[in-house]
Structures are given as C-alpha cells and as structure tokens.
C-alpha cells in the first residue's frame, strides 16, 4: 500500500528564506506527482506537476523535482515571501493521487 | 481561468438525512473526481468518473455514496442516509485526460453532520 509523508510538519521561517519542503513515499510505481497548497479552511491550489518522465518542474519562485527510484519529491522555495504562508501537499498520482500529510509553512515578516 | 465550482459551500444537516453536493468540472475535461478530507486528516480518495460510469471507488464509497453526472457540466456526489462521521470538506476534482494531466480542485464543500 502507496504511503506517502512529508517532512517536516510545520515550518516558520522569517521572509526571504529559501525553503525545501520534502515528500517521500513507499511505492516507486508512481505516474506522476504533484504540488498543491492549501489555504486554511480552503480547497487545493495546484502548483506544480511533474511527470515520471521529468526529474524536475520550475514555476515562478517554485521548483519541485523527483527522483522515482528513491521514492522523493522536492519542493524548492524561494525567497519565502507572507503570502506563502499555506499548507503545502504532495499527491503521488498511480490510478488517482494519494496525498501526504502536508508541511504547514509560516512565513513571518 | 477556468475553475472547478462547487455548491454549496457549507451544509449542515441531520444524522441520517440525504445531501447532494454539487460540482461544476472544467467544461472540456473528462475526468471527474471527489475527495474528502476529515478535520486534520490526510486528503483522501472516494471516487473517480469517466464516460459516464465509474472507473474507480475507494473502500470509503459504500452503499450509501453515489454519484451522477445528471447534464453535460454538473456532477454530483449523494450522500443517502449521512452519518456523524461523513462530517468533512468534500472536494470535487477534474483533469483533463486522466492521471496523466494536472488535476484541478475546486474549493470544496464543509459538511457538517448534527
């Protein structure tokens, strides 16, 4: 059974940091994965997907990389700004996604 | 941007009682998902929907799920006789040509049951 956990649970980090949010999961056997955040009380904003075929995906300030053989997911932020303040999950995509257990970030002015 | 819309937003309603939570996928998607998450829990899976039947189910959808794409934009998760703990944010997703393409949520509805 596809487990997947990410590391470590919550941050606080001051502005301007740059950050690595860190997702591991058991089974290799993986399509794709992909980056949400997650605003309190809110749905799921979709930030990044990268596909098997791809060991890394840049958006903005965001980098997510993956190497299927160790069973990790990278998520690279830069220069952390109040704004990112959120949750942030990594879903590993087999048939559907199978979420982590989500890094809360604060990031304090 | 397009976006997946969900209604309503909250919904309380009595143990035992039938609610229907509605979504409107992105219009030329093909691939129609929900999700529940309890308070302070993982996102989990319940379902997914393609060309009108369901591809796959969770062990979570039991007798009391089902869901329905009634027209060509609405797709709806009937919960039949709810249950203390079918209190959750319940998310619609959609993606385009299945687990291959970016997945989209919408902002979920809070059920809470009394």
């Known amino acids: 059974k596809q487990e997947v956990t990410q590391i470590p649970a919550a941050l606080s980090v001051p502005e301007g940091e740059n950050l690595v949010l860190n997702c591991s999961f058991t089974d290799s056997a993986i399509y794709n994965l992909q980056w949400f955040r997650q605003d309190p009380g809110k749905g799921l904003t979709s930030l990044l997907l990268?596909?098997?075929?791809?060991r890394e995906q840049t958006s903005g300030r965001l980098n997510a990389s993956l190497d299927k053989s160790s069973g990790r997911s990278t998520l690279y932020i830069a220069a952390s700004q109040p704004g990112d303040s959120a949750t942030y999950l990594c879903?590993?995509?087999?048939?559907?996604?199978?979420f982590g257990t989500g890094t809360r970030l604060q990031v304090f002015p | 941007e397009p976006e997946v819309t969900q209604t309503p937003s909250h919904q309380v309603t009595q143990m035992g009682q039938e609610v229907i939570l509605r979504c409107v996928p992105i219009s030329n998607h093909l691939y129609f998902y929900w999700y529940r998450q309890i308070l302070g829990q993982k996102v989990e899976f319940l379902v997914s929907f393609y060309n009108n039947e369901i591809s796959e189910k969770s062990e979570i959808f039991d007798d009391q799920f089902s869901v329905e794409r009634p027209d060509g934009s609405n797709f709806t998760l009937k919960i039949r006789s709810t249950k203390l703990e079918d209190s959750a944010m319940y998310f619609c997703a959609s993606s385009a040509w299945g687990t291959d393409t970016e997945a989209f949520f919408g902002q979920g509805t809070r059920l809470t049951v009394v």
């Open positions: 879903a590993v995509i087999t048939d559907k996604l199978i």
């Open positions: 990268i596909q098997s075929s791809q």
